[in-house]
Every structure is written in structure tokens, then in C-alpha cells.
T-cell receptor, first 115, second 117 residues
């Protein structure tokens, strides 16, 4: 069985400072990992995905994440936060075993960006 | 303009009524999914369909039903048997379900907020 743990339910940063959103996963197989962002009352938008091609993954809007198998982590970072980054972020693991494409979502991290 | 559309954006239901949420995609994707989102719980899978005329239960299928008569459409019915239907419902699609991440990335619609009065 696969699972995802987002270690912080809320993160608050000042504009212009670095962002770190933490995610640990558990999977019996080589996982696919994703980060999605959700603005209030909107659908989810893909930020980036890990597909085993490279451990450091670059996404949209300056975000990146590093896959660390030894630590079973996939933390999301951004060097400098912008006000528009305020949203909820979901770490997701994909399991393609047993047929189907089942995503397991973390419980989300609410990012607040202050002036 | 390709994408996934959901309607209506807001829906109100009286207790004991069935309601149907629409989901349409023009991405030519084989697979479609329905999720329920509650505050602090992330997304939970209700039903998914890998091909037309076939669908499987997800983790919380009780009180819901679906159909997949056309590739582009995957409507969700919330029945009166669903005890706590007030939630945000998200539909998604993916190109397929093969072993490559290019196929298992899911694309999401804008959601429908259902409120039971």
C-alpha cells in the first residue's frame, strides 16, 4: 500500500524568502510523485512530477522538488516566495499496480505568504 | 481550448434527493476519475473509469453511482444513500493507465461545490 505524509498542515513565510513544503511517501514499488497546487474553490494544477528520469525536478512558477529515495522524501522548494504562491499544496504518489492509476493524496499544506 | 469542464459550479440539494454532477473532457483521455474533497482530508477517490462502459469503485463509493457511456463524459450521481454529501467534488482525467508517468498524470476540472440544505 502507498501513503503520503505532508509534515506541515500550515506554513507561513514572508514574501521574498524561501519556501519549503515537506513530503514523505511510502510505496512498495518505484513511485511516481507529484505536487499539485490548489487556489481557493478551484481545481488542482500540476506543479511538477517525478518520473525516475532525474531526482531534481523543476516545475512551473519557480518551484522544484528533489526525490530522495534513501529518505523517502519529495520536498517542494522555491527560492523566493511571491504573494501569488499563497494556496494549498498537495503531495501525491501514484500506484499503477493492480490496474488503474490510483493517486494517493497527502492532506495538504496551506501556504501563507506575508508582506 | 482543451480541458475538463464541470457543471454546475455550485449545487444545492435537499435531503432525500439524488443529484447528478457533470464532467466533460475534450482531451481524448481514456481514464476519468471522481474525487471528494473535505477540509483537512485531501482528496479521496470515489470512482474511476479506465475505458468506456467500464468503471471501478474507489475508496468511498458508497452512496454514489457513475456511468461511462461516452469517452468524453463521466457523470457522478450523489444518491440519497450518501449520508454526508456536502463537499467539493473534483473530476479528473488522464491519458491512460500504463506504466509511464506521462500517462498517469491527472488533469483536474474546476470542481463542483455541493451543499445539502
Amino acid at each position: 500500500a502507498q501513503s503520503v505524509t505532508q509534515l506541515d498542515s500550515h506554513v507561513s513565510v514572508s514574501e521574498g524568502t524561501p519556501v519549503l513544503l515537506r513530503c514523505n511517501y511510502s510505496s512498495s514499488y518505484s513511485p511516481s510523485l507529484f505536487w499539485y497546487v490548489q487556489h481557493p474553490n478551484k481545481g488542482l494544477q500540476l506543479l511538477l512530477k517525478y518520473t525516475s528520469a532525474a531526482t531534481l525536478v523543476k516545475g512551473i512558477n519557480g518551484f522544484e522538488a528533489e526525490f530522495k529515495k534513501s529518505e523517502t522524501s519529495f520536498h517542494l522548494t522555491k527560492p523566493s516566495a511571491h504573494m501569488s504562491d499563497a494556496a494549498e499544496y498537495f503531495c501525491v504518489v501514484s500506484d499503477l499496480t493492480g490496474g488503474g492509476n490510483k493517486l494517493t493524496f497527502g492532506t495538504g499544506t496551506q501556504l501563507k505568504v506575508e508582506l | 481550448d482543451g480541458g475538463i469542464t464541470q457543471s454546475p459550479k455550485y449545487l444545492f440539494r435537499k435531503e432525500g434527493q439524488n443529484v447528478t454532477l457533470s464532467c466533460e473532457q475534450n482531451l481524448n483521455h481514456d481514464a476519468m476519475y471522481w474525487y471528494r474533497q473535505d477540509p483537512g482530508q485531501g482528496l479521496r477517490l470515489i470512482y474511476y473509469s479506465q475505458i468506456v462502459n467500464d468503471f471501478q469503485k474507489g475508496d468511498i463509493a458508497e452512496g454514489y453511482s457513475v456511468s461511462r457511456e461516452k469517452k468524453e463524459s463521466f457523470p457522478l450521481t450523489v444518491t440519497s444513500a450518501q449520508k454526508n454529501p456536502t463537499a467539493f467534488y473534483l473530476c479528473a482525467s488522464s491519458p491512460g493507465t500504463s506504466g509511464s508517468a506521462q500517462y498517469n498524470e491527472q488533469f483536474f476540472g474546476p470542481g463542483t461545490r455541493l451543499t445539502v440544505l
